[in-house]
């Protein structure tokens, strides 16, 4: 038989009764539109969260934290005081200070240690008429890069430089980012005494919306003066950042940290904070996947039920084309195809739908809770995850075909014919 | 044509339901012949034409065809051989409900692998021949018995058959119709010299052969 008889034959058997094929194809069709709807919000939150963290390009920043020293065994017996080996049980009693610094600064390959300052600001204002509160305020490091709507990063040797926040552009009518290049504004801080200081930047850039939202950016060291102003010491630092030569092998790299371990120390880089959010994002995905998946085998049982009984009902017909010369195999690739076209058209239509009502689900995010989290599509479907899919349900189909298609092929003429 | 000698066939052999249904049955065909093999149900009568017609393995003995021996073929080349060299047309004329009846005269060559073009060509000559190329387009449960039977014969005579095997062919007809349609078999024997076997309880039909082989419980009991 030529291979276009073959699948002509195959898809003529399908339409011959056509409400119970449709069924059929329905149970493949729903789980391969679960299938692509959570694979498609698997893709779209990665490529989002991937978009945004990598936006905050720092090469070479390392964030240490302490690693946190739990008593051994909370049941166990009460250890003897001992004033060099003190475990922490909580975080908040964690702060690493100029010890610290000192004792990362030693490890090879780490060029300098930063703490974070983040001092509270009274208000922010132009011209002392409307005051707001201003409440993300961080510090500016060289070489940390995060998206800009305009202009530039403050020079590290230039206090009096600000990177100001989107959201302030309008509060302090400014009409574009532009606009506010090269204008000044006041912060006013207070210390624990109730005084109050006014400082004037120079607002030399703007940072754009992102996940992480928009922060306003100061230089480290005056945020430093202004934190010990306030307070009236040094201030301990729940995090440090570590800079580091961008171009470190991967196993420097794994060295320092393992350096950093055994003094105590957690040191993880962007690429680690990217690969852990991406594994938690993966587990989810793949819990979710593995309902639809479950959902296309119960549809691949229902397609070899299907078959088993157009074997029977087409007994007779078979044992015809068998005695007028058609090949065992024959008959087998016959049936394996009808079962390969189920598994095709229920992906079809299963990937069709899904992406359909993907992007209505996106298109409904987007105008009500994704509103104001620019750059984020709830569900992208791209094709190196469809393909997969549309594969994945002709495999179900064919292996569900396989055991009516062997039953079909074995049929002897004689006994095919006889029955009624 | 056909040469076969001491044909045993016994199912189930080795079972507690064995049965000879064949005990040794010899005969010879020539080509052009009009052969009936006539015989009670059960009597062993089609087991011998599953046999001739290489639908099945016999138990012991030999069946030549031509200078082949049906039995040393394998599956694939038995299935090649009936689908060249054999034509059958069964009482319960087997059509496809779902194809049309020029779809169901193109089904054997579909299988050999005729291109469509060509197979639509020797299918309407052979509706021709039956005198079915009106109905070319209907559905096959659309059409009466006789003309089911018509379609069934076109679909048999499409491949250019050196033999006919007819099995009961006017079981499902009422006299009248059955009637003609033997009229078209023989005509087809004489026309184009197609052997033609008919397997049938029907002396009547039988009567018109020019060579009838009885059998009674696996045995041949006459031949005239």
């Known amino acids: ?420 | 044509m056909i040469k076969v000698s001491n044909l045993r066939k016994i199912y189930n052999l080795g079972k507690k339901n064995e049965f000879t249904a064949l005990k040794g049955v010899s005969l010879e065909i020539n080509q052009g012949e009009t052969v009936a093999i006539l015989g009670k149900s059960g009597s062993g009568k089609s087991t011998l034409m599953h046999l001739m017609a290489c639908l099945d393995q016999p138990t012991d003995g030999k069946i030549l065809f031509d200078d082949i021996t049906l039995h040393d073929m394998t599956a694939i080349q038995a299935a090649n051989f009936r689908n060249k060299r054999i034509g059958f047309v069964f009482q319960q004329f087997f059509l496809q409900p779902n194809l049309n009846v020029i779809e169901n005269v193109c089904l054997p060559l579909m299988i050999r692998g005729v291109s469509k073009s060509e197979r639509i060509k020797k299918a309407e000559q052979a509706l021709e021949d039956v005198e079915m190329l009106s109905k070319r387009n209907s559905r096959a449960n659309e059409l009466s018995g006789g003309q089911k039977q018509r379609v069934c014969i076109a679909r048999a005579i499409v491949t250019e058959p050196e033999v006919i095997f007819a099995d009961e062919p006017t079981g499902n007809l009422d006299s009248e119709t059955g009637e003609k349609i033997i009229q078209l078999l023989f005509k087809l024997n004489r026309t184009k010299g197609i052997t033609l076997i008919l397997v049938t309880h029907d002396l009547e039909l039988a009567n018109l052969c020019q060579r009838k082989i009885y059998i009674k419980d696996g045995q041949i009991i006459e031949e005239s």
């Open chain 1, 1 to 420: 038989m030529k291979v276009i008889d073959i699948i002509q034959t195959s898809n003529t058997n399908l339409l011959r009764s056509p409400l119970r094929t449709f069924l059929t194809i329905l149970a493949v069709f729903i789980g391969t539109l679960t299938l692509t709807l959570t694979n498609g919000l698997g893709s779209g939150v990665k490529d989002f969260v991937n978009k945004q963290v990598s936006a905050v390009n720092a090469p070479g920043l390392i964030t240490i934290t302490p690693a946190l020293r739990f008593s051994s065994n909370p049941l166990g017996e009460p250890e003897e005081y001992n004033p060099d080996n003190q475990k922490d049980d909580t975080l908040s009693t964690v702060s690493l200070g100029q010890e610290d610094i000192d004792k990362i600064k030693s490890i090879t390959n780490i060029k300098a240690v930063y703490p974070v300052y983040r001092p509270k600001a009274e208000y922010i204002t132009r011209d002392n008429d409307k005051k707001y509160t201003i409440n993300n305020l961080e510090q500016y490091i060289e070489g940390l890069e995060t998206p800009l709507a305009a202009g530039r990063f403050p020079d590290p040797n230039k206090n009096e430089e600000i990177l100001l926040s989107y959201k302030y552009l309008g509060v302090l009518n400014f009409n574009e980012p532009s606009d506010a290049l090269g204008q000044s504004v006041k912060i006013v801080y207070k210390n624990i005494l109730g005084e109050l200081k006014e400082r004037t930047y120079t607002i030399v850039g703007v940072s754009a919306n992102s996940l992480a939202g928009s922060v306003t950016r100061i230089n480290l060291n005056e945020l430093k003066e202004i934190s010990y102003w306030q307070i009236g010491r040094e201030q301990g630092s729940p995090i440090l950042f570590a800079q580091t030569d961008p171009n470190l092998s991967k196993d420097e790299l794994t060295k320092l940290k393992q350096e950093l371990r055994e003094k105590g120390y957690n040191g993880s880089s962007l690429e680690d904070q990217i690969n852990q959010i991406n594994t938690v994002i993966d587990t989810i995905q793949l819990v979710l996947n593995a309902f639809a998946i479950i959902v296309i085998i119960a549809g691949g049982i229902g397609i070899i039920n299907t078959l088993l009984m157009s074997v029977y009902e087409r007994t007779n017909e078979i044992g015809l084309l068998k005695a007028l010369g058609m090949k065992e195999h024959e008959v087998f690739i016959i049936f394996a195809i009808e079962a390969l076209l189920i598994g095709f058209w229920g992906g079809v239509f299963g990937i069709i739908a899904g992406i359909i009502v993907g992007y209505g689900i996106n298109y409904f995010a987007s105008t009500t809770i994704l509103k104001d989290l620019e750059g984020f599509t709830l569900m992208i479907f791209p094709v190196q995850s469809i393909i997969p899919i549309l594969l994945g349900t002709m495999f179900v189909g064919l292996v569900a075909g396989t055991l009516p298609a062997i039953k079909a092929s074995k049929l002897n003429p004689i006994d095919a014919l006889r029955q009624e």
